[in-house]
């Protein structure tokens, strides 16, 4: 089957994701609608801010829940977070009261961190290396695509002038996670979760299924398979895998912390503060009415098509190089934002405000939005990678709470002035990309390892095959002939 096969169960998977950016953009045009506001009682400040924030709160304890899928593995706990995001959105969609919302969106928050967690984990994980970037980015595409039409049922829903207007496009969120509950059972489970638990012959009839097309030879993905069997047995055997060792281990203490920069950057850098209140950003120049949410709706495609673009380029242009000019220019994005909206007297001062908030979701689009997701699930070594996604994801959300409850706030108190906050983390934080991130394109998840100065006992070379270390067999030849790599200390065969 290969490519094709591999690209839709990244893509079905990504049904997640999709629900996950529908949920940032359904909210964002829900705040704006007549019937919503009357219903709940037009909440501002801290009420509007504890409303979105407490999604990301059950977002937070939803990545730490993920972790299961150690124990019971990538599919089931994917299917776990489908499950979990019907009963909340079913919820938020029926609240008769603010405070049944707050129990819907914290339910709904909680399947959201698991699948934020674990899709791109086992996307990863089925992906070839020099297609991973592509693979991993199918989960921001999506999550742009339900973005993307969020906005647009919001804008259509507003035309019926009562409570429709917020129900139906809340509710709308079961479908997708119905869809994924029932459809991951016919997906394939990660042939490197089989491997760590010993499943090797179902791992390699799964590695076959994803990476085989029947066109080539079959050495390149048996070679593969046993790569990813050496190097995941050694890590097993020989490797510390207690999660405080992620904050012991020097090279392990190196990713971790990388790991929670990238996935707090995504909140950092101003992009979710943007989706979320946008339409109090257009409120804030003038706009008013329909035309409010039908900006919201044009501004939703931008970040679809322009990551259409990036999932496409980023196994070319590398991880580093794209997160770091995408940190340059949405700080000065933001420059040119915060002195348009603090300076218009005139239409032309809103329509050019308009533009460049529109021109920040192209750049976060084409950068870092390809980058995080991919970037945090490759820096970890097998017996670590969940756990590891997890907590850097965790982080993600608390960064998304602080923002989420402290932005109303600050939008009535500071204005224009709060885009300064984020003009400042942004150029931060592409310094601190520059300094410390380590290039990671078109490796295996295996010979990662090496970036950290760990062990990679059996690495592929130019012709695709593989390199075993000194006293390691190879299980490909079936005897006792090994391939010198000569600068490693011997592993002892018989403990293999």
């Known amino acids: 089957m290969g490519k094709v096969y591999t690209y839709g169960c990244a893509a079905f998977t990504a049904v997640g994701s999709f629900m996950w950016g529908y949920d940032s953009g359904v909210f964002g045009t829900t705040i704006a609608q ?85 899709i791109p984990l086992y996307q990863s994980e089925i992906a070839p290396p020099t297609k991973r970037g592509f693979v991993v980015g199918l989960h921001t595409l999506f999550i742009s695509t339900g973005f993307a039409l969020a906005n647009w049922i919001g804008y259509a829903s507003y035309w019926s002038g009562n409570d429709f207007q917020f129900r139906f496009p809340m509710s709308f969120q079961c479908l997708p996670a119905l869809i994924l509950t029932i459809g991951m059972q016919f997906l394939p489970e990660s042939p490197r979760w089989l491997i760590e638990q010993g499943r090797y012959e179902e791992a390699y009839t799964v590695t076959k299924r994803l990476h085989y097309t029947g066109m080539q030879d079959e050495t390149f993905f048996q070679q593969e398979f046993h790569q990813m069997k050496e190097q995941i047995t050694y890590e097993k055997q020989e490797e510390v895998t207690s999660t405080l060792e992620l ?31 946008q339409t109090k950003i257009y409120e804030s120049v003038g706009i008013k009415g329909s035309t409010v949410l039908l900006l919201a709706a044009l501004y939703g495609m931008v970040g679809p098509l322009s990551t259409l673009v990036s999932t496409n380029f980023i196994d070319r242009w590398g991880r580093v190089k794209a997160t770091f000019w995408s940190l340059i220019f949405l700080g000065i994005d933001f420059i040119f934002l915060a002195a348009l909206i603090a300076t218009y007297s005139n239409k032309a001062g ?56 402290a932005s109303p ?22 310094g601190m990309v520059l300094m410390f991130c380590v290039e990671t394109k078109g490796k295996t998840l295996e010979e990662i390892n090496e970036l950290f100065g760990e062990r990679v006992v059996a690495r592929m070379d130019e012709r695709g095959e593989v390199e075993m270390e000194r006293g390691v067999i190879s299980p490909v030849d079936g005897d006792e002939k090994v391939k010198m790599s000569g600068h490693v200390e011997d592993v002892d065969a018989e403990s293999r």
């Open 409 to 430: 706030t600050a939008f009535e108190n500071l204005g224009w002035k709060y885009y300064i906050v984020f003009i400042v983390l942004d150029f931060v934080f592409a």
């Open 34 to 118: 007549p019937s919503w506001n009357t219903y709940y009682g037009y909440p501002t400040g801290a009420i509007l801010g504890g409303i979105i924030s407490s999604y990301a709160g059950g977002a937070a304890v939803g990545c730490i829940l993920a972790t299961m899928s150690d124990r019971i593995g990538r599919r089931r706990t994917v299917q776990m977070g489908g499950l979990t995001a019907f009963v909340g959105t079913l919820l938020m969609a029926a609240a008769v009261n603010v405070e049944m919302l707050l129990v819907g969106r914290v339910i709904a928050g909680l399947a959201i961190g698991i699948l934020y967690s674990s």
């Open 247 to 277: 904050f012991r281990r020097p090279s392990y203490r190196k990713r971790i912390l990388l790991a929670i920069f990238i996935q707090v950057g995504t909140q950092a850098c101003g992009t979710n503060v943007v989706n979320y209140y």
């Open 350 to 405: 809103a329509g050019a405000a308009i533009a460049f908030l529109f021109l920040f979701s192209i750049i976060y689009s084409l950068g870092f939005n390809a980058v995080w997701a991919v970037y945090t699930t490759e820096l970890f070594p097998m017996a670590l990678r969940a756990r590891g996604g997890a907590i850097a994801t965790f982080f993600s959300f608390v960064t998304q709470i602080i923002f989420s409850q």
